[in-house]
C-alpha cells in the first residue's frame, strides 16, 4: 500500500507542476540571433554551407572605399519556399551586420556564388568572422548556420606623398616583381591596349612616347614611390628601349590598388604569364531550353585569373578554373527568349578572352 501513496503522490505533482516557458522565435526584422557556434541541425533538416574565396586580408586593402569584397559560395538543403538565406558578419561585440549587397531578388538560391561587404572594425581584431543563417522568414526563427573566418595582416600605412626604401614595394604599393637597375623588363599587354606609355616625368603625368606590347625595356635608375592618398599609389621606373632609335622616360609598373587587384604595365623578363583561353564550355540542354526544367553550364578554363559565368539575368562572378552550375529556368529566364549563356575570363592583365553561347 505505501508503494500505491508514493505513486499517487508523483502523478500529483507533475499535474500540478508548471509548465516549461513557451520558446518563442526571435524575429528576424531589428534582432540578432546570438550564435556563438554553428547550428547543426539533425539529418534530413535544413542545413547550410558556406566557403570563402579567399582567406586572407591586409588591412591596407579597406583604405580606399573602407570595405573588402570577399567572394562566396554557398548552398543549402531541406530548405522551403518560407526560407530564405542571410549573410552576415560578426562585430568583436557580438553585435552583426548585413554583409549582403542590393540585389534584384528578395530570395536567395539553394546554390549559387555571392560577394560578401567587410568592415575592418576597431581594434585590430585577427580575424573577420561572417555567417550564413537560413531563417525561416515567417517567424523569423534561425533553423541552421554555418560560420566562415577571413585571418587579418596589419602593416603601417605609409604617409601620403614620396616614400623611398622598404616603403616603396610594402602592402598599399603592388608586390615586388624583382626589378632592379640595370635589369631589362618587357612591357605587357593590360586591357588588351598594344602599347605601353613612356613619360616624360617620374609621376607619370606627361606621355612622349609609346611602345608595342614585347617591347624590351632597360632599367637604367631607380625607383619612384609616391602615396597619392586613398589608397592610390604610383610606382614608376626610368628606363629606355634596348632598340634604335634609343628612346628614353619613366614608366608605371602597374595601376590598380589593393582592393582591385594590380595589373602590371612590365615584368622582369620571363615573368609574363600566358593568356587565359576556354579550353571547355558546354550547355544541357544545348538547343532547346524547358522553361520549367533546368540548364546545366559547365566550363574548363587555363591561366585564367578571373571566370566569370552568365545565365541569363544571373552573373556570377569569381568563379573557380573549371566548374558546373545547375540553374532553375524560372529563376534565370527574367523573360528573355533567347537566353544568353556565357563565359568570360581574363588574365592577371585584365585582357578579355571570352566566348557566348547563345542558347533559344
Keep these: 500500500m505505501e508503494w500505491l501513496i508514493r505513486v499517487l503522490i508523483m502523478f500529483l505533482q507533475m499535474l500540478i507542476a508548471p509548465a516549461p516557458a513557451a520558446t518563442s522565435a526571435q524575429p528576424f526584422v531589428g534582432a540578432v540571433p546570438a ?28 583604405l580606399a572605399t573602407g570595405f573588402v569584397y570577399i567572394p562566396l559560395n554557398f548552398s543549402a538543403e531541406n530548405r ?12 568583436p561585440d557580438g553585435s552583426t551586420r548585413s554583409a549582403e549587397l542590393p540585389r534584384d531578388n528578395a530570395m536567395v538560391p539553394d546554390r549559387d556564388t ?85 613619360f616624360g616625368d617620374a609621376s607619370t603625368v606627361s606621355e ?69 583561353e576556354i579550353v571547355r564550355f558546354a550547355v544541357s540542354p544545348s538547343d ?3 522553361p520549367n526544367g533546368q540548364v546545366i553550364v559547365e566550363w574548363e578554363t587555363r591561366s585564367a585569373a578571373r571566370v566569370t559565368v552568365s545565365v541569363g539575368s544571373t552573373l556570377l562572378a569569381d568563379q573557380p578554373a573549371a566548374g558546373m552550375v545547375t540553374f532553375a529556368m524560372r529563376d534565370i529566364m527574367a523573360g528573355a527568349n533567347p537566353v544568353d549563356i556565357w563565359v568570360n575570363v581574363q588574365d592577371a592583365e585584365s585582357n578579355g578572352h571570352g566566348v557566348i553561347n547563345r542558347t533559344p
Design 35 to 62: 550564435m556563438a557556434a554553428t547550428l547543426v541541425p539533425a539529418a534530413g533538416q535544413p542545413r547550410v554551407y558556406a566557403q570563402l574565396g579567399q582567406t586572407e586580408i591586409n588591412n591596407t586593402d579597406f
Design 208 to 276: 612622349i612616347a609609346a611602345v608595342p606590347v614585347g617591347s624590351i625595356l632597360r632599367i637604367v635608375g631607380a625607383a619612384y614611390c609616391e602615396n597619392k592618398g586613398d589608397a592610390l599609389t604610383l610606382r614608376s621606373w626610368p628606363v629606355e628601349t634596348t632598340t634604335e632609335p634609343v628612346v628614353g622616360g619613366w614608366v608605371a609598373e602597374y595601376s590598380g590598388m589593393t582592393a582591385s587587384g594590380f595589373v602590371y604595365h612590365i615584368s622582369p623578363l620571363g615573368g609574363v604569364q600566358p593568356n587565359a
Design 114 to 198: 555571392g560577394i560578401l561587404q567587410a568592415v575592418l572594425p576597431e581594434g585590430e581584431p585577427a580575424e573577420l568572422n561572417f555567417e550564413v543563417w537560413l531563417v525561416n522568414v515567417t517567424t523569423g526563427e534561425v533553423l541552421a548556420s554555418t560560420s566562415a573566418q577571413v585571418q587579418m595582416n596589419y602593416f603601417d600605412v605609409p604617409e601620403t606623398g614620396v616614400v623611398t626604401g622598404l616603403q616603396c614595394f610594402q602592402p598599399l604599393f603592388a608586390p615586388d616583381q624583382g626589378i632592379v637597375i640595370n635589369s631589362e623588363v618587357v612591357a605587357r599587354q593590360s586591357y588588351n591596349a598594344p602599347q605601353v606609355y613612356l
Design 80 to 91: 522551403t519556399s518560407d526560407h530564405n538565406l542571410v549573410f552576415v558578419q560578426r562585430l
Design 288 to 290: 532547346v531550353l524547358d
